[in-house]
């Protein structure tokens, strides 16, 4: 019986992963195409990756089996804060937790000229040893490193380098930080398109004032605490100008003095004692196209305590909030009937104004109120709306709170 064959049976080959950006796969493709000669099997997902496979799962599984790693670093993996060979390489450094410090299995590769020392790359990658090979190309020192490899021999310790303090390296990371990629347009997706390009030109403005340095920034910051302080801490309802007393003091005596009606006369007169004694201060001018028109209010035509107190509560309003906003409020020259807004509408529409300012005191004579009302001319949507009861009304109280609610008229 002849004697049985004692050798070893073929050690199977040492296989290699092979990590990188899509942008650099002419290179990867010249290194897998080395690497089989060379006695060693490549990883490599455009290959092994077949239709209906799970693709996530697969690469997790080849990068807990295979003997190396080798991760192709290049100035588009340093262009790229985003990408999944990113998570390829969190794995493999997850996966050198179990391995002992001399063990062989972390491989970086440079591919161009890009700096080993400022890399974007996990801190484990920078305890081992880099090779350089420009566009992929096999030089003499990959050869032997691919020798040694399968052979089973442990690589060079890496040399020790400078490790920079906490502080600096801050800084070199904010100093690397690179732009954000311009968005693509998709398509049929260009209005979210244009909104991925808005985000861009923040994101890249803010990228830009981070690398300003820091006394400039500090500068810019202080100089917006100051201006956003100058301005005040106030709601949009609030107006900047402020009725001062003396002003207050006229409003209420042409309030009080005040014995018109609703012909036209008697608003109009009204319009011009407002102007006569506190133009000087606010440069009131009752003109018409007013982006805010003041319509009288009305009250029952039988009931002249109502009239008397809607009228002085009208004069009062008007003549606030034409200080408040000068030269952006009209007068006109009768009133609504019965609150019709639709009515109050059409005046403002003919008068070219964007809002319009009404009110008016209902018959009801258990709990009589005053309804004031701002509308918008465009569709009619009311901006806000209040009743007041009529006893024990406060025409200043009133005055203030309506000018408080009358929209921004500065730019329009």
């Known amino acids: 019986m002849p004697d049985a064959d004692l050798t070893d049976p073929p050690r199977p080959r ?17 290194i897998r195409d080395a690497l089989p000669a060379l006695g060693l099997e490549v990883w490599y997902d455009e290959s092994e990756l077949n239709g209906g496979d799970a693709w ?27 990408g999944y060979f990113r998570r390829e390489w969190r794995l493999a450094v ?26 974007r790359v996990p801190e484990k990658f920078l305890a081992v040893q880099w090779l350089r090979l420009p566009g992929g190309r096999p030089t003499a020192a990959f050869e032997a490193l691919c020798r040694r490899l399968v052979t089973g021999q442990t690589l060079g310790p890496q040399p020790p380098r400078k490790v920079p303090d906490q502080s600096a390296r801050a800084r070199s990371a904010a100093l690397r930080r690179d732009y954000p990629e311009f968005p693509r347009e ?5 209005i979210r398109f244009w909104f991925h390009v808005a985000g861009w030109a923040l994101q890249s403005a803010w990228v830009f004032f981070n690398r300003f340095p820091k006394w400039v920034r500090f500068f810019v910051y202080a100089w917006l605490a100051i201006v956003l302080m100058s301005r005040g801490c106030t709601s949009p309802d609030e107006h900047p100008r402020k009725i001062t007393p003396a002003t207050a003091r006229k409003l209420k005596e042409i309030s009080d003095n005040y014995q018109g009606g609703s012909s036209k006369a008697d608003i109009a007169k009204l319009g011009a004692l407002v102007a006569r004694e506190i133009s000087h201060e606010a440069g009131v001018n009752p003109t018409s196209r007013s982006p805010l028109l ?7 035509s039988d009931d002249p305590t109502a009239q008397k107190l809607t009228d002085s509560i009208f004069a009062l309003v008007y003549g ?10 009209g007068l006109a020259d009768e009133p609504v009937p019965a609150l019709d ?26 709990v009589q109120k005053l309804t004031v009302k701002i509308v918008a001319v465009a569709d009619g949507s009311v901006v806000w709306s209040e009743s007041y009861p009529v006893a024990g009304a406060d025409p200043a109280k009133i005055a203030a709170e309506v000018d408080s609610k009358v929209p921004s008229l500065e730019n329009d």
């Open 320 to 329: 606030r909030v034409a200080i408040s906003h000068q030269g952006h409020v």
């Open 186 to 190: 998709e398509p049929g997706q260009r």
């Open 94 to 119: 997850e996966r050198t937790l179990d391995m002992a410090d001399d063990h062989t299995f972390l491989l970086p590769v440079l591919i161009d000229d890009t700096n080993q020392a400022g890399a």
């Open 14 to 30: 040492r296989s290699v992963f092979l990590s990188y950006a899509s942008e650099d796969r002419q290179a990867a493709q010249a």
């Open 294 to 300: 003041a319509i009288p209010f009305s009250a029952p």
């Open 56 to 82: 996530d799962q697969k690469i997790r599984r080849q990068i807990r089996e295979c003997d190396f790693f080798m991760a192709l670093v290049s100035a588009q993996t340093e262009a790229r804060h985003e």
């Open 341 to 366: 807004s639709g009515v109050a509408v059409e005046r403002g529409r003919a008068n070219h104004s964007i809002y319009v300012l009404y009110g008016g005191t209902d018959s009801t004579p258990a």
